[in-house]
Structure formats: structure tokens, C-alpha cells
């Protein structure tokens, strides 16, 4: 019998644990060669989502096994932190709220175990019940993130998918600090089938995403995958080194043609620089940004600190 190991990360989901346990079971009871394991990954929850996860396990110590950390250290250290605990042939990453449908489990245990495709994700086709702002601000972002990184960015593509263990090896492989998970898993390669559907609200509680998170999570992203940022710094420079040129040009000729003329243009000057100035920071702290994710990976801190683990 294969063994399926199913990630969930929880962050205050005191709400959604109960719920979300029996309706994974209902749908793994239909596949009865795949046993499974859970791995609840209690992200520092302050409310009592812990207390949940231990009870499901004294209800099914057998298969319920969680990780509880020192504090919060976010969704994707959690997932790195299930992923590492996984003992399983496969191994599925779901969030609690049952925003990711159990439904899809059967389906992409037998497309896996064709052994054709090495990874069975999904995504999202529309964001039924998510602001309009946030909606294109996601569009704006998978247009651009694709437009400038090597790595393809799956518009709609979510972190539920069911891998193989060799594809899971290979995530584990990526020690990095700051992880972006939607790149990593595009990264290591392999073959992957994306299985649609739309949009669930999630079963109980709030999301934790704002727009100004998402925002620093693209962000992130795109200075994890992309050196674009760091090539307009170059680009910048080359542009108003050419023009500079020019305008010294224009200056001695005229200079030459009018001896008398008297020196024109102040205000432009003053624009100018200003301009050069803005630009040159922006740069700098285009620079800084990369310089400090390379200090943060240096200090080489770990991913996360395991207060309990069962
Ligand atoms: N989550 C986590 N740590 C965090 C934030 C979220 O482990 O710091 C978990 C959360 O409990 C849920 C999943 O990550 O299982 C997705 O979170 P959420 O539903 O808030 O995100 P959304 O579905 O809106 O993208
Ligand atoms: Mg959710």
C-alpha cells in the first residue's frame, strides 16, 4: 500500500481544523490503496488551533502527526517544515480553510500514479468573491513576473498539488531562507498537470492576506526569481550617459556658432537633476534589496524552530 502524506499548514484555524479533518477523511476512504498521513504544521497560532490538532490525533494517533513552531514563521516555512516531516510515496500540500477542494484528491492520485506526470497541481480560473483591485493586482503581477524571470509563474496556480517523492527530494534540496514556493516548485521542473476549478471562500475564519501583503509576497517573488530589477539600474545608466552626451554636443556648438550667446536653461537643470537623483536612489535601493536577501541568507538562520513535534 502506497502512503499519501497530506501538509497542512494552520495559522489561527481553531475553526477550520475540525472541519477540515473528516472531510479529507471521507474523500481518502474512497481510495483504498493510499494511505494517508497527516502533517499539520501549527504556524504560531495564538488562538486555539494547537489544542484542535491534538485532538484529532488522539482520535487517530495512527495517521494525524503534527509540528508545532517556536512562533509564526509563515506559510511557506511551514510547508518546507511538512515537507521535510513527510514520510510519504506522495505527498499533497493543502491549506486547512478547504479553499483547496479534497474533492480533486482521487482524481490526482490516479493521474500520478500513471507515473506520467511527476506533479498534479491546480489553479484557480476565477476569483469569484475576491476584491476587483486584488484580482488585477494578481493579473499585473503573473503578466510581469512571466515578462521578466526565466521561471514560469503559472497564472492562478496554487501551492495544492499532489508530488512525487522524487519531485519532493528535489524541493527539499532548495534550502533557501526566503521562500517563494510558487517559484520553487515551477523550478526543480519536472512534468506537471494543472487541473482547473473555481473558487472556494474558505470554510471558517478570515484570510490573513491583505493587499499590501500580497503586494510584498509579489515583490519577493520577483527579486527571488528575476535579476530584471538589477538590469534596469544598467539600462538607466546607459540611457542618460547617451543623452548626456548629446546635450554636451548641442552646448559647444552652439557655444561655437553664438560666442556671445549667454548660458541658457536653468530651470531644465534643475529638473534634471532631481531626476538623475530620484533615479540613482531607486537604484541603490534596487541594489539594496538584493544585498539584503543575500545578508539574510548568509546569517543562514533556520527556516523554522520546532517547539513540539508528534
Ligand atoms: N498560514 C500559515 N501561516 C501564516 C499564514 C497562513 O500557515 O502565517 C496558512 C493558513 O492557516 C492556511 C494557508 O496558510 O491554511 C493559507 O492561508 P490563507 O487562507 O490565509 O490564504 P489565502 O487562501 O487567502 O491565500
Ligand atoms: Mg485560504
Redesign the pocket.
Known amino acids: 500500500m502506497k502512503k499519501l502524506s497530506i501538509i497542512?499548514?494552520?495559522?489561527?484555524?481553531e475553526e477550520?481544523v475540525p472541519l477540515f479533518y473528516p472531510a479529507v477523511n471521507k474523500v481518502m476512504d474512497t481510495i483504498p490503496d493510499l494511505e494517508p498521513e497527516y502533517w499539520f504544521?501549527n504556524?504560531?497560532s495564538k488562538d486555539n488551533t494547537l489544542k484542535e490538532i491534538k485532538e484529532l490525533r488522539k482520535k487517530d494517533p495512527e495517521h494525524v502527526h503534527f509540528v508545532s513552531f517556536s512562533r509564526?514563521?509563515?506559510?511557506e516555512s511551514?510547508l518546507y517544515a511538512g515537507l521535510q516531516a513527510a514520510t510519504g510515496d506522495y505527498v499533497v500540500v493543502?491549506?486547512?480553510?478547504l479553499?483547496d477542494p479534497p474533492k480533486f484528491l482521487p482524481q490526482m492520485y490516479d493521474l500520478i500514479k500513471t507515473g506520467e506526470y511527476d506533479c498534479i497541481g491546480t489553479r484557480r480560473v476565477d476569483r469569484t468573491g475576491e476584491a476587483k483591485f486584488k484580482s488585477f493586482l494578481s493579473d499585473m503581477f503573473y503578466k510581469v513576473v512571466n515578462k521578466i524571470s526565466d521561471t514560469e509563474i503559472v497564472p492562478g496556480a496554487r501551492d495544492y498539488r499532489m508530488m512525487t517523492r522524487q519531485m519532493v527530494n528535489a524541493v527539499l534540496d532548495m534550502p533557501e531562507y526566503n521562500r517563494f514556493s510558487k517559484g520553487i516548485f515551477s523550478w526543480v521542473g519536472f512534468k506537471t498537470k494543472y487541473l482547473d476549478y473555481h473558487n472556494v471562500e474558505?470554510v471558517a475564519?478570515?484570510?490573513?492576506?491583505n493587499t499590501w501583503k500580497l503586494f510584498k509576497y509579489a515583490m519577493d517573488g520577483i527579486a527571488d526569481f528575476s535579476q530584471a530589477p538589477l538590469n534596469l539600474a544598467v539600462w538607466i545608466g546607459t540611457g542618460s550617459f547617451v543623452l548626456s552626451i548629446i546635450g554636451l554636443i548641442i552646448v559647444i556648438i552652439r557655444r561655437a556658432l553664438y560666442p556671445g550667446s549667454s548660458i541658457f536653461g536653468w530651470a531644465s537643470m534643475v529638473c534634471i537633476i532631481l531626476l538623475l537623483g530620484g533615479l540613482q536612489l531607486l537604484c541603490i535601493g534596487i541594489l539594496g534589496k538584493y544585498i539584503g536577501r543575500v545578508y539574510i541568507q548568509v546569517k543562514n538562520r533556520p527556516i523554522y524552530i520546532i517547539k513540539e513535534k508528534k
Do not use: H, L, T
Open positions: 497542512v499548514p494552520c495559522y489561527n484555524e477550520s504544521i504556524d504560531g509564526n514563521f509563515g506559510k511551514a493543502m491549506d486547512v480553510d479553499q474558505r475564519g478570515e484570510s490573513d492576506w
